[in-house]
């Protein structure tokens, strides 16, 4: 569970492994099962709008994405499916129908997670996610126990200039510098934090009066996360 991360307070939930949406794609297009397994620091998603089964009100999630990304993907990604947090516990996929998985995520405060992002993420950056395909054209994980084809979310990078990020928000902080396929702890935050529209013209201006609001806003962002 979360080896050696950080000291500090989290939020973990009980959730439940989307087991519908698991059989339905697997009708679909079958691919290794071993795919669809949850591993330890993986980024979970929940699908928007899930209706409550047999009165059970843990949300469904999923650490896989089931194709390789292009811009229909992505787009069907940001639509259908959000951010949820990250894995605590590992959990087999089994297409049998079960009610007590012993499956936790953690929604909040710090965590490991393992930077797919294709570029190095350092510490302080504010982070959003994406589909692993699409960083690298095809999946190339390194993670032990996941199979290198394996078509995940990533966190990378936020930027203000990509509409794809403004969508999503900021989900996290980075904690620490991670090569790519490196791990690094994560603050997450429950709810996606939408910087200001006129975030773009701060960061991008050079002048004392810039770097004073671009402090406030870094300050703005800590006070949200209760680490300032």
Request: glycine letters at 4%; hydrophobic letters at 40%; proline letters at 5%.
């Amino acid at each position: 569970m979360q080896q050696n991360v950080l000291a500090a307070q989290k939020v973990v939930m009980n959730v439940r492994f989307d087991q519908a949406n698991f059989r339905r794609q697997q009708s679909l297009a079958p691919v290794l099962e071993e795919t669809y397994n949850v591993l330890e620091n993986e980024i979970l998603v929940v699908r928007k709008g899930q209706r409550v089964i047999n009165n059970y009100k843990l949300p469904r999630v999923q650490s896989w994405w089931k194709t390789a990304a292009n811009d229909q993907a992505e787009t069907e990604a940001l639509a259908k499916f959000r951010f949820y947090g990250v894995a605590v516990t590992s959990h087999t996929a089994n297409a049998k129908y079960m009610i007590d998985q012993g499956f936790v995520a953690c929604i909040g405060g710090i965590c490991k997670a393992v930077n797919e992002s294709g570029s190095t993420i350092r510490t302080g950056e504010p982070l959003t996610y994406k589909v692993n395909s699409a960083v690298n054209a095809r999946p190339d994980v390194r993670q032990p126990g996941v199979p290198r084809d394996k078509c995940r979310f990533t966190f990378v990078k936020y930027n203000p200039n990509e509409a794809e990020h403004r969508a999503h928000g900021i989900v996290g902080k980075a904690l620490s510098n991670a090569r790519v396929h490196s791990p690094f702890d994560v603050l997450i935050v429950q709810q996606p934090m939408r910087p200001p529209a006129d975030v773009d013209n701060i960061l991008n201006t050079i002048g004392p009066a810039a770097i004073a609001a671009a402090d406030q806003l870094r300050t703005q962002f800590d006070r949200a996360y209760n680490i300032a």
